[in-house]
């Protein structure tokens, strides 16, 4: 099946510092979410992104839809403890009503 | 609202068992689908629905079944419950599809002996 890479698995980092993640694949999607995962809870949507070369913000976060509809990218500025989770990027191929792509998610630590 | 309700939340099954995942949404949405979430593996879609009476396979529907009656519910059956169907499944709503926000409930997770 299709597949989304995303990078990094893992991210450990301090407190204010900024962290960027990132997924890429070998389709083109018409659509890239992205979303985040709270221990013991469902995803929640942070961004859609809906065109190639669209940025979006969403208070700190702040996330791109690649120019080769391939890949995008997240930023988290300033991070806080509260940005402790797994974020996943998402994927929609064009036409497709039902088949959401998920990465494997980078879960981040944050440490105060 | 109670948005998206998922029961049980907790179940062990021994291989062989049957049993049926519930999700229910109080938003009125068209589109419901079930995924499954295993270590290290993100989320896999295993079936989703359009509307009453209107369902499709995803990625992953082998040794599942579902069926969308009402617009509310959309009920997830293991027939034959198997070790590899040990997982977290999560059941999510959205007003016309995956391309906008999908809203998850709290999952359920499943242990196959």
């Known amino acids: 099946g299709q597949q989304l890479n995303q990078s990094p698995q893992s991210m450990f980092i301090q407190e204010g510092e900024d962290v960027s993640m990132n997924c890429t694949s070998s389709s083109i999607f018409n659509t890239w979410l992205w979303y985040k995962q709270e221990p013991g809870e469902g995803p929640v949507l942070l961004i859609a992104?809906?065109?190639?070369?669209e940025l979006t913000s969403n208070g700190r976060l702040t996330a791109q839809f690649g120019i080769t509809r391939k890949d995008s990218f997240l930023n988290i500025s300033a991070s806080i403890p509260s940005d402790v989770g797994i974020y996943f990027c998402a994927g929609l191929m064009g036409g497709s009503q039902g088949n959401l792509i998920f990465g494997k998610g980078t879960k981040l630590s944050v440490k105060p | 609202n109670a948005g998206v309700t998922q029961t049980p939340k907790f179940q062990v099954l021994k291989t062989g068992q049957s049993m049926t995942l519930q999700c229910a949404q109080d938003?009125?949405?068209?589109?419901m689908s079930w995924y499954r979430q295993d270590p290290g593996m993100g989320l896999r879609l295993i079936h989703y629905s359009v509307g009453a009476g209107i369902t499709d396979q995803g990625e992953v529907p082998n040794g599942y079944n579902v069926s969308r009656s009402t617009t509310e519910d959309f009920p997830l059956r293991l027939l034959s419950a198997a070790p590899s169907q040990t997982s977290v499944y999560f059941c999510?709503?959205?007003?016309?599809?995956?391309?906008?926000?999908?809203?998850f409930g709290p999952g359920t997770r499943l242990t196959v002996l």
């Open positions: 999510a709503s959205s007003y016309d599809g995956p391309r906008n926000e999908q809203f």
């Open positions: 938003m009125n949405h068209e589109y």
């Open positions: 992104l809906y065109k190639a070369g």
